[in-house]
């Protein structure tokens, strides 16, 4: 049966498996080492790359749902790493920048993530990266056409 569906070599499969899995590795780390879930140090990331930002346009940047991001962004509001401020252009909405103790965390943790990166992709050659790269954006554009 020549159509018959093999998940060991079914890319979307391979492709979750794998993403979960380095997911999880890192999402471990970050919270034994910083109390931060992969939601609350992706908006982190996104506020010191992009503040002021909408949780909206956070929403969009990582492609969270609005529930998570605004969970998210309470947690860590509450934590005092985050300071909403109110947008002009849309009273809707507020601008969220770090604090400084939000700059002072993402400056620790910044540091970590990419050893962390480089640790599971350090195997592999730059021009290799670079096509992985250049592969995962073309997937995102072709499933994003599809959608």
Known sequence: MADRLHLDRFLPYLLS???????DR???A???LFGLS???WRLIALIAEHAPITQAQLGE???MDKVTVSRAAIALTARGLLA???????RRSHHLALTE???ALYAEVAPKAMEWERRIFG???AHELEQFTDMLRRIDAAAQEDH
Do not use: K, M
């Open 30 to 32: 970050y919270d034994a």
């Open 84 to 90: 909403r401020a109110p947008n002009p252009d849309d």
């Open 101 to 103: 103790a939000g700059r």
């Open 38 to 40: 992969i939601p609350e």
């Open 17 to 23: 498996v794998t993403s979960n899995l380095v997911s």
């Open 26 to 28: 890192i999402a471990q």
């Open 61 to 63: 940047r990582s492609r």
């Open 123 to 125: 195997r592999f050659e």
